[in-house]
Nanobody, 121 residues
Framework: QVQLVESGGGLVQAGGSLRLSCAASGRTFSSYAMAWFRQNPGKEREFVAT????????YYADSVKGRFTISRDNPKNTVYLQMNSLKPEDTAIYYC??????????????WGQGTQVTVSS
């Protein structure tokens, strides 16, 4: 099992940057592929980015490619999402997820409770 806690969300103007963090429990963090999803009320959960266990493989949604960077620090049991050049359409609750394989679908076994990101014009 793994427990995930997101942090770093907040209010930022368009064009600004935020760095989200996801802290995982235990010493088995490196056993999991990690991902970020986002969701707005009444909408489906949307894939944002994912990273393999070692950090050697990453995938990004087309909507964030070139602006967002996912990374992980296994000794700190933490995964990050660096978000640059933010747009109002990036506004959402961002969720951290952990799973057995890298996938762009929401087939992850563990989820955090989310952190709100709001981008103003």
């Amino acid at each position: 099992q793994v427990q995930l806690v997101e942090s770093g969300g907040g209010l930022v103007q368009a064009g600004g940057s935020l760095r989200l963090s996801c802290a995982a429990s235990g010493r088995t963090f490196s056993s999991y592929a990690m991902a970020w999803f986002r969701q707005n009320p009444g909408k489906e959960r949307e894939f944002v980015a994912t990273i393999s266990r070692s950090g050697s493989t990453t995938y990004y949604a087309d909507s964030v490619k070139g602006r967002f960077t996912i990374s992980r620090d296994n000794p700190k049991n933490t995964v990050y999402l660096q978000m640059n050049s933010l747009k109002p359409e990036d506004t959402a609750i961002y969720y951290c997820a952990a799973g057995m394989v890298v996938t762009t679908t929401p087939r992850y076994g563990y989820w955090g409770q989310g952190t709100q990101v709001t981008v103003s014009s």
